[in-house]
Structure formats: C-alpha cells, structure tokens
C-alpha cells in the first residue's frame, strides 16, 4: 500500500463560518457547520469562493451553478425515446435487484445469528465481528457488485491501488478510515464491493441485518449527545488495532484526577474501557465516512466536516466520478429518488470511475487540527478530480436552505440561495438554520411575483416608502449595487447586515468591503468609492454632520493618495471615516425592523 505525505498548508483553518445515503456516515450528524477551504474567507465572496467578474450595468445577474441541482433534471426527446423503449428492461433489471437485495437480506440474517444488535456496556459500542464472520460475508461483497451490474455499471474503472477486504486481518489497516465525495448511493455500493467497511445508520437499522453485518455506528440524529457519541466511537475504532500508548495514559490519568462531575467520570469510563480493549483482535475493519455530509454533483466538492479526522490517523481519500452523455447521476434537491432510480436503470449503462489516492498521513499540525486535516484532504481530493471540479463553501446546511427555498416558492430551482451560504449568513448573521428559512419566507412575502427578486415596486410597497423620494431611490440603489434594477436575496441579506444593531462592526466592515468592491477584485478604487459617495446623495444627514464634506473632497481623504485600498485599508479608513459606512447603510433600523416582522415570515428581534 503506497503512503504518501503530500504538501500541505499548515496555516490555521478559517473561523466557523444529510447524507442521503444511509448506509455511510452523514458528517452532518457529527460537527456544526465550518469553513474554511485554502482561501481567504474574511470577504465576501462567490460561494465557488473564486472571484467572479462583474455584472455590467442593467444586465442580469451571473449565477453560479447549484451544487444541489441535477444539471440533466429536464428530459430531451432523446431521453423520452430512450425510456420508453429501454422500460421492459428496466422493469426486468428492477424485479432482479429486488430479488439480489432479498437474498442479501437472508444470508446476512443468518450471519448476524448471535451476533448482539446491543452495543456492548462498557465501551459503549458493537463489538467487531470475528474472523470467521467476516470471511462468510465475502458473498456480500459478490452481491453488491451484481447489485451495481443491474444498475447498467457494467465496469469499473479503477485507477491506483489500495487495501483491499482482507477478513483474517489481525490488525488495524494502514488507513482505519476511507473518505469519498458523495454523489449518490453507487459509491457507497462499490465501497461495499471493495472494503467490505463499518458504515454508519440510525437507531432502527442497526436492526436489519445487512447494515447489522457491516457493524454500523449508531448513530441517534436527533440529539447532540447522539452526535458526540458518534464522534467517540470513531476515535476507539480507528485507534481499536493500534497498542494503548504511555502517553495516552498519562492523559487518562490526569483526566481521571481531574474530573469532577458524574458526566466527566463516566466519559474517562467509557475512555478506560476503550484503552483496557486495545489492541483488539480483531480490529474493526475500516471505516468509511463521506466527509461532506451530502451528495453533490462530481464537479463539486463541498465543505469537509472535521468528524473523519478526530483520531488524527492516516485516511485513505477516494475520489469518484461519474462521465455522461445524456443523465447526470447524482442524488439531488430537486430529482424524487425514484425518478433518479428510474432513469439510471433506463440508460443502456452507466459509467463511474474510482481513484484511489495514495495514504494520506498527517502531520502534527494536522493531528492538532482536525479541521486543518480536512481542508487539506479535501484539497487533494480535489486536484485528483481535476478537470471540471471546484471546491464551493456550501455545506448540508445549504441543502437544507435550498428544500426551504423550493418550499417557499413551489419551485425546484428558486435559485435565490445560488450565491449566498448558510455559512456566510450565519457568520454575518448570526442566524440558526431554521431562522434562516423564516428569512427566505420573508424575502418570498417581499417578492409579491415570485420571480426571486425584489422590485423597486416590491420594495417601497412592502416598506410603504414614497415611491418617488431621493431616499428611497437612494436606499434602492445601494442595495441593487449592480444596477439591474432588482434585488437578490444575497443583497437582501447584506442589508440587514449593515442595519442591524446587534451585528459586530467586523462583521458589517466586511460586508461593506463587498459592497464597495464593485468589481471584487479584491481591493477598492477611488472610482469605486466614488461611485458609493455619489449614489448615497452625501448631502443628505448621515449622523456625523461634522463630517459632511462633498463626496470628492471625502473619496481624497480615504484614498490618502493610494491608489487602492485592501481590506486592511478600508477598515481602517472605516475608523477614520464613519461616512464610509453611513453612506453606504441601505436603510435604517427601523426599516430592517419592518422587514424582519412583516409577514408570517418574522424573525425575533434578539436576531437582527
């Protein structure tokens, strides 16, 4: 098995800014939302986190492409044809997977026979299955490739090499821990084919028997405690093959001393028993995690969860790809699973390919730094799937947003949460995920037309403003800071941003960096400051009379004979200049107060 240390960042991660398939880990049941992808996430930026060109005046906006949405969703005529006359077959295909999974039903039952669905008192977990066991689940393995057979995968294409299932196995594998993008169920399937590894469900299906043969994590979704307790027992079974270290013992040791509560007792507990087992014989085999914590379309790779990389182990990064002419087969937003099913069983076949990279081995700074370990794995995962694929700042979270946002406008693809993350509304915000959708129903109340934008009508209408005020031209105008003559949901937010009083001042300047960066080159013109001052009619009263000066003489004293401003620049040049963020501030308290209580879609006034 090829080991590899790649080049890696060692800097420190960014600040915290479902998996549909169960038979794999959902990171999403393990860890809150974080960001942080190799790039400078202190500004706002497209949620591809490249900087994208500027829109020119009056025309519509650019869109990024979903990372949620099936980009083949619409059938062609070709694709009608197709079905039509591949049905018999797939109706024929349909009845023999039923009867593949049924017989893996029934071998696996009278595997698992004496075999506890329990997990065991002291350490809190489904002990491993002994050799023999795991060599008679060797035909699961021939199962689930005749499963992915029907299926239309005909080959596999396989590049690199890895560690296959080995049932005799006496000790832990060179990587306890398999991390692949997550595109739909087929990956999990092959994984199966391949690794024969622990996988992960809920509290019922550590019952059924083909999930119980593969010694599940059980995970209960619906707690905090239920995630934390996933989390533990990913660290004792990637740690399960690997001798108690006398290091780790002096910090269970001073652990046992130092605590005081019946929770922090029983968690040391819980940690003795683990280290009393190792090294078990046998090992837990390895185990596999989808780090994103959802699926995605392959030319995507979303944000990285730190629960894969607690135990600070090596991994084993798999890569997957799925080419197509006709059908893009990926598990999305806005495609029912059995339409989904349909169509893959509909093509005369379907092709995937698998690399399997090189060992991943950390370094200390990563073993440190869960967080750090992801971003850089997620980073060589996706140079491996090069070309046609990029990192984006969404996470599960964003899907979540989007099923909300579908909802709200009876749409599969509003579109209006394209280019904007939970992440970044969180990070501005503060906001829950359920108080962000009460703010898509908001912005839907807002957008009487339902076309995903807020008119100069929509607006002054829902705010009950003069339609033909300079003030209300000027608010307008500084929230549709492209002048398309609309306002976008991303705008919308970015609004509240800077007239919300119980966001921090860091928050707002970054907001209004964006907000003057009309190119998002990544630093500030005086043009571009100008354009601000001029549109904000400066004359008008600011709050800071004393530093009422023409919009000219203003852009001359910020600049201060630069010819750009970086981030650093302008936030200080903020300091210096309050103007800056007054001029720039699209309406005010009480205005973004009627936004957010308007409607059946109000958020409580401790948020905004």
Request: hydrophobic share 40%.
């Amino acid at each position: 098995m090829a080991t590899i240390n790649y080049a890696r960042s060692e800097a420190p991660p960014s600040p915290p800014s479902q998996s549909n398939a169960s038979i794999a880990i959902s990171e999403q049941d393990l860890q809150q939302p974080s960001s942080s992808n190799g790039i400078n996430e202190s500004l706002p930026r497209s949620t591809t986190g490249e900087i994208s060109p500027p829109n020119s005046p009056g025309s519509p906006r650019k869109r990024s492409k979903n990372p949620f949405l099936n980009s083949t969703r619409e059938f062609t005529i070709y694709e009608k044809v197709k079905t039509v006359l591949m049905a018999p077959i797939a109706a024929l295909r349909l009845l023999m997977i039923i009867f593949v999974v049924l017989l893996g039903w029934i071998w696996t039952y009278f595997i698992t026979i004496g075999y506890s669905p329990n997990p065991d008192p002291e350490l809190l977990d489904l002990l491993p299955m002994g050799h023999c066991r795991r060599l008679l689940l060797a035909p699961v393995r021939w199962l689930a490739r005749a499963l992915l057979w029907l299926f239309g995968y005909l080959w596999i294409h396989e590049h690199g090499c890895c560690h296959c299932f080995n049932p005799c196995a006496s000790r832990t594998y060179p990587a306890p821990v398999i991390v692949c993008n997550h595109v739909t169920f087929v990956e999990a399937v092959w994984l199966v084919v391949k690794f024969l590894p622990c996988v992960a469900g809920n509290i019922t299906s550590a019952t059924v028997p083909i999930f119980r043969a593969l010694t599940p994590i059980v995970v209960d979704r619906e707690s905090g405690e239920g995630r934390g307790a996933a989390a533990r027992m990913i660290k004792q079974r990637t740690l399960s093959g690997i001798p108690w270290s006398e290091a780790e013992e002096e910090a269970l040791v001073a652990a046992e001393a130092a605590a005081e509560t019946e929770q922090e007792k029983f968690k040391v507990k819980v940690k003795r028993a683990a280290a009393q087992a190792r090294p078990m014989k046998p090992p837990y085999p390895p185990l596999l995690i989808f780090p994103e914590g959802t699926t995605t379309a392959d030319s995507f790779l979303l944000q990285f969860k730190a629960g894969a990389f607690l135990s600070g182990q090596p991994v084993q990064p798999v890569v997957v790809k799925y080419p197509y002419c006709h059908y893009e087969v990926v598990w999305s937003c806005d495609t029912p699973v059995l339409t989904m099913v349909w169509r893959m069983l509909s093509q005369v076949y379907n092709c995937m390919t698998v690399t399997y990279l090189p060992v991943y081995i950390p370094s200390d700074a990563e073993k440190a730094d869960p967080q750090l370990y992801a971003d850089n794995v997620r980073k060589v995962m996706c140079e491996a799937m090069q070309p046609g694929t990029e990192m984006t700042n969404h996470t599960y979270e964003d899907a979540r947003l989007l099923a909300a946002a579908q909802e709200a406008y009876h749409s599969v693809n509003p579109d209006i949460t394209t280019d904007i993350t939970y992440n970044e509304v969180h990070k501005w915000l503060n906001l829950s995920v359920e108080d962000t959708k009460k703010l898509i129903e908001t912005f839907r109340e807002v957008d009487a037309n339902g076309d995903g934008f807020i008119s100069r009508e929509e607006f002054t209408t829902w705010l009950n403003l003069d339609p033909t005020s300079t003030i209300t031209e000027t608010y307008f105008g500084l929230m549709d800071h492209d002048n398309t003559g609309c306002i976008d949901f991303r705008s919308f937010v970015q609004a509240l941003v800077l007239s919300s009083n119980s966001v921090g001042k860091v928050e707002k300047v970054q907001v209004l960096f964006w907000m003057y960066d009309a190119d998002q080159s990544g630093d500030i013109s005086r043009q571009e400051v100008m354009a601000v001052l001029d549109a904000s009619k400066l004359h008008r009263t600011t709050g800071h009379a004393e530093h009422e000066v023409p919009s000219r003489i203003l852009a001359d004293k910020v600049m201060a004979g630069r010819e750009v401003l970086d981030f650093d620049d302008f936030e200080r040049a903020v300091s210096e200049h309050p103007e800056l963020m007054d001029c720039a501030m699209p309406m005010s308290s009480s205005e973004a107060e009627r936004f957010k209580n308007g409607g059946s879609g109000q958020l409580s006034s401790e948020f905004l």
